[in-house]
């Protein structure tokens, strides 16, 4: 009987979705324009999140570069004199050939692009662990006193600009995202009303030989959910087309300049599936559950 009924609410949702074809595709393409502006945010806050991710895990060291001329045995005075000072952990004295090893391994199947180079470009450098995060500021100040420092790398700024564009990004991505359902559930909304509407004389029918309100609403709640289902494959399937082609463009320059690769596009379809669904199938169904309420004395 469960099954019976069943397969009567699915028949009778494609059957109103195909009759109220025009409205249908209104609500995908008002439910798939919404997830696509979603994802270009998504797309925003997870690279970012990303990169933040990756300098935040340098940003407990400083790296001193020093000049070419510098020898082993002067940057190995710097290390003795920084390594007591308070809020350094460790420092240690790293040469351009283990920098450059470093830097292939960071690579990772891209490193071959390096062997192209005739000489390696890389500085040496002495790495300071910090203990204290409170005393970075200070002693990367103290680091570029030292004769033959050529730069001071700390990413302290760098972590905070790229976090404050992060929250930005998540605030307008939540602001939009609200406003761009609330306008899908409502076009959603309407396309179930109109299937109410056209079937009034029947419900009434129904009601009257004693089917039960559920039994009555099922078929427009699965219609609302089978216009999200058919909108979030829409939206999955162009954003992943759409991001494919973004790191196919800009990918390799995005990685030679900040020397970090975007987001896989695998990892993305795969949590834009889930994700999408999920809104699609809520839209969908609180349109419909929206409509009944009114219709149907929910």
């Known amino acids: 009987m469960i099954i019976k009924r069943f397969f009567y609410t699915l028949k009778q949702a494609f059957l109103q979705v195909f009759r109220n074809r025009t409205m249908s595709i209104a609500s995908i393409f008002a439910i798939t324009a919404m997830l696509l502006i979603l994802s270009i945010f998504f797309i925003l806050v997870i690279n970012v999140n990303t990169a933040a991710q990756m300098i935040q895990n340098d940003y407990d060291s400083i790296e001193i570069f020093l000049e070419d001329d510098m020898t082993k045995q002067d940057a190995q005075t710097i290390v ?30 891209n490193a071959y692009l390096l062997d192209s180079l005739k000489e390696n470009p890389l500085p040496n450098s002495i790495v300071i662990m910090i203990s204290d995060l409170e005393k970075a500021t200070s002693l990367a100040e103290t680091a570029a006193t030292y004769d033959g420092v050529e730069d001071v790398k700390f990413y302290k700024d760098t972590v905070d600009k790229l976090l404050d564009a992060t929250r930005f990004i998540q605030l307008a991505a939540i602001v939009i995202m609200v406003f761009l359902i609330i306008v899908s559930v409502v076009v959603v909304s309407n396309t179930i009303k109109l299937t109410v509407f056209n079937r009034s004389n029947e419900i009434s029918i129904m009601k009257y030989i004693g ?88």
């Open 80 to 109: 003795d004199d920084i390594s007591v000072r308070e809020g350094v952990d460790e420092a240690y004295y790293k040469s351009r050939e283990t920098a450059m090893d470093e830097f292939k391994a960071r690579w990772g199947k």
């Open 211 to 298: 089917a039960t309100n559920w039994f009555i609403r099922g078929p427009f709640l699965a219609e609302g959910i089978i216009i999200g289902i058919i909108s979030a494959g829409i939206s999955v399937g162009v954003s992943a087309a759409m991001y494919r082609k973004i790191v196919e463009v800009i990918g390799d320059q995005v990685f030679s300049v900040l020397s970090m690769p975007m987001v896989p596009v695998n990892f993305l379809v795969y949590n834009f599936t889930w994700i999408f669904l999920a809104l699609g199938i809520s839209i969908g169904a609180c349109g419909s559950i929206i409509s009944m309420r009114k219709f149907l004395d929910a």
